[in-house]
């Protein structure tokens, strides 16, 4: 199910996003595909079609594949998306006492904030001191991440409601007063990219939202 979209999509019809597919991940929600074509055309991160495209059928049109595709967890989310790299080099810093990859593999379910490369750049530039993920102390960084996980739900943007939610390292409080906001301990407010390619993006032990800014209690 996971290699089917209910939808026909055609070659030309390819873009940088992710489709839902038939399969179906916590809440019965269908589970993400991630398709790229810049470059090359790749799915679900490493699956890429065979010189056979849009074959015709009475009900739907076939492309033909390299590989049977997996269907992905939050970890796998983050680390097939190149906009999610220093997120990635922050969960997987060696310094860590918490296996981040371990924890985020898990049942869950998960919600998990992820900031983009753009939010820990600015992180970076806010501190003289830091100029790699390397540099930032690890109990600072362990704290940090926690704050961008909820356990125990699967929340779509549709299905964001304002008031505290209870997240690993912390409390944030939703606003969707003014769009979909993030209030954090520490009073910064930060954007949920409501609407963007990495927005409500389904996996099979948790849903995965890209925000602008690092979480910071």
Sequence with gaps: LFHVLGTEVRSTQLSDTYVN???TGPND???????EVTGAIEFNGDATPTTTLDVDADNGVIHVINKVMLPPNVVTLALNNAGFTSLVAALTDTRHTTDFVDVLSGNGPF?????TNAAFQDLLDSNMAWNTIADIPIGTLDAVLKYHVVN???VQADELTNGPVATLGGDITIDITSGAQIVTSSQQTVNIIVGAATNDVQGTNGVVHAVDAVLLP
């Design 29 to 35: 929600e269908p589970l993400s595909l991630q398709v």
């Design 152 to 154: 125990g739900f699967n």
């Design 111 to 115: 919600t998990v904030f992820a900031p």
């Design 21 to 23: 597919t038939l399969a």
